[in-house]
């Protein structure tokens, strides 16, 4: 079965700061990748996805994540984080053939104004 | 945009009784949703996914009969918490995919909040 695991479970930073959250995956065949927000109170919200083509995929509100397929990995990143990032943050996986996401545990950041 | 409504939004329910709440598609006709579970500082464990017109398929280690899932149109999926007690307050999410083209996509109601008392 797949599993999708992140690395950090809680990361406070500062404004302007930079962000970096690792995400892995086992699954070996070809896979779809995501990452979902979850603001405080608020329900889960697409950041970026990555199917297919250039490895490095931009999203909205700065955010990008970069798909390197030999280290099974898809880590998110933001230059310069406000305070408003803070929030839970879910790396989820799922087979290209299938329907299923499978999410990572979630980290949750803080940004201290 | 695609939109998920989920409601209720938060419900407080004696031990012993049922709690039915609804997913719902309301711009786009969803064949699968996907039923989560959600504990404190936890991450989303899939509960089910719900088929359109026919039953439900459960993930290991959730019972079927505590959780029922009505899957009756395109656009709209039931869980039932049966006979609810104080371990099955947590927070349910719903999630509904659809095509747009080669791609799935996933949208994510707002959530149900379940206390049992």
């Known amino acids: 079965a797949q599993s999708v695991s992140q690395h950090n479970h809680h990361v406070i930073l500062s404004e302007a700061a930079s962000l970096e959250l690792g995400c892995n995956y086992s699954y070996g065949g070809t896979v779809n990748l995501f990452w979902y927000v979850q603001y405080p109170g608020q329900h889960l919200q697409l950041l970026l996805k990555?199917?297919?083509?250039?490895?490095l995929v931009k999203g909205i509100k700065g955010f990008e994540a970069e798909f390197i397929k030999s280290k099974f990995s898809f880590n998110l990143r933001k230059p310069s984080v406000q305070w408003s990032d803070t929030a839970e943050y879910f790396c989820a996986v799922n087979k290209a053939a299938g329907n299923k996401l499978t999410f990572g545990g979630g980290t949750r950041v803080l940004v201290k104004p | 945009g695609a939109v998920v409504s989920q409601h209720p939004s938060w419900v407080i329910c004696k031990s012993g009784t049922s709690v039915k709440i609804e997913c719902r598609s309301l711009d786009f006709q969803a064949t699968t949703m996907f039923w989560y579970r959600q504990f404190p500082k936890q991450s989303l464990m899939l509960m089910a996914t719900s088929n359109e017109g026919s039953k439900a398929t459960y993930e290991q280690g959730v019972e079927k009969d505590k959780f029922l899932i009505n899957h009756a149109s395109l656009t709209l999926s039931t869980l039932t918490v049966t006979s609810a007690h104080p371990e099955d307050s947590s927070f349910y999410i719903c999630s509904a995919t659809r095509y747009q083209g080669a791609h799935r996509r996933y949208t994510f109601g707002s959530g149900t909040r379940l206390t049992v008392v």
């Open positions: 990555y199917f297919s083509g250039d490895p």
